[in-house]
């Protein structure tokens, strides 16, 4: 089969199409062939040799795939050869067929395209998971999602609006992308290059603070995310784009009962992203198949235009998800 490997690490320069095993799929798997995919953050982070796949996952790129069964593993049941699915993987999604838990399958919507279809496991499911799980985001609060226009951010955006509708939602976008955030239906959005965002925030809920922040940066805006959190709110960070390390006030973060929570997806074990993906489905995927949610398609190259595609990821000015078609490679 085709698929999309790594030369070295380093740069989109060292992404090449070529040709691999097909791989079987385990008892409790099923093989998809895969119609499309997307370019995530983490792709980025790995083709640059920062973010090694889990122990036993593929080392082809890519974590979330939309096509159909072609086998099923000896032991899966509920799915049939042929079944339109989108689902999470641990790795191997940038190919023409990949492997994937049966546990992780969520059936694509009539409605939906296998492009939208391809954007949805990522990043709405680590929007889902984050924002309300563990971030506990109800009516009445007020979030702050911080990279307006990203794949995560657009897909909490939507989450936001659609699973709390009386929440007030905050977002830091760069000045390009102000006027497509807005348009989302944010409450408040900031321009995180030209202007103080604690202060904002502080004007805009009379000092209060924000109840949940949604944050990809880590230490660069750890002191200001704290300044910004409200007695008793709750920091969920998914990222260190802004560095790994930074000090932090405990005494104070004990008084305001403030609580920072670290989350990752991918390593997490097979049983438990099976839940993840379970709850997800039955509070949200109906929202897919009334299409009161549409994934926000920036994008759409073919899997031989990979190092575009990385290239668009690396340059920031995507507002949505940027798609990889896949079989007719």
Aim: proline content about 5%; glycine content about 10%.
């Amino acid at each position: 089969m085709k698929a999309v490997l790594l030369q070295e690490f380093g740069g989109p320069e060292v992404l090449l199409l070529g040709d691999v095993e097909r791989p079987s799929p385990g008892p409790d798997q099923v093989l998809i062939r895969v119609m499309a995919t997307s370019v995530n953050r983490p792709d980025i982070i790995q083709r640059l040799g920062n973010y090694s796949p889990p122990p036993g996952e593929s080392e082809i790129l890519g974590l979330e795939v939309a096509g159909t069964i072609e086998q099923l593993g000896s032991e899966v049941t509920g799915w049939q050869v042929g079944d339109r699915v989108m689902t999470l993987v641990g790795g191997g999604a940038y190919a023409q067929f990949t492997n994937a838990y049966a546990a992780h399958l969520l059936p694509i919507p009539e409605s939906m395209s296998y492009q939208e279809a391809a954007c949805v496991c990522e990043t709405y499911i680590t929007a889902y998971l984050n924002l309300f799980m563990l971030g506990g985001l109800q009516d009445g609060n007020t979030v702050l999602l911080h990279g307006g226009g990203g794949g995560v951010n657009t897909a909490a955006v939507q989450l936001c609006k659609a699973l709390v509708p009386g929440a007030k939602t905050i977002v830091t976008a760069s000045p390009g992308k102000l006027d497509r955030v807005k348009a989302l239906g944010v409450d408040l959005v900031i321009d995180y290059k030209n202007e103080d965002f604690t202060d904002r925030i502080h004007a805009f809920t009379g000092k209060k603070g924000v109840d949940v922040i949604l944050d990809h940066i880590g230490a660069a805006y750890l002191s200001a995310n704290m300044k910004t959190l409200a007695i008793g709110g709750r920091l969920v960070e998914i990222g260190v784009m802004g560095g790994p390390k930074a000090e932090l006030n405990i005494a104070l973060m004990m008084v305001k009962r403030q609580q920072i929570i670290g989350s990752v997806l991918r390593p997490r074990p097979v049983q438990e992203k099976g839940e993840i993906t379970r709850r997800f489905h039955e509070k949200v995927l109906p929202l897919f198949s009334n299409r009161t949610i549409v994934p926000l398609v920036y994008a759409v190259y073919n899997l031989d235009q990979v190092r575009q595609a990385h290239q668009a990821m690396e340059d920031s000015t995507h507002f949505g998800k940027i798609v990889l078609e896949v079989d007719s490679a």
